[in-house]
């Protein structure tokens, strides 16, 4: 006896989790914990 079942879910949202990994840089001298709350929106931002 064989039971055939679809691998593929088109129901189910593919998992995001890890989906950028090693895309990201960091600056390893940025010490956010001394960052305001303005520079810390100004770097998601881009202004100065």
Known sequence: MV???CFD??????SLLG???GEAV???ELD???LSADE???LFEGSD
């Open 3 to 5: 039971k055939v079942i």
């Open 9 to 14: 879910d088109p129901d189910q949202k593919p």
């Open 19 to 21: 989906c950028m990994r």
């Open 26 to 28: 960091f600056d390893e």
């Open 32 to 34: 956010i914990k001394k």
């Open 40 to 42: 810390i929106i100004a």
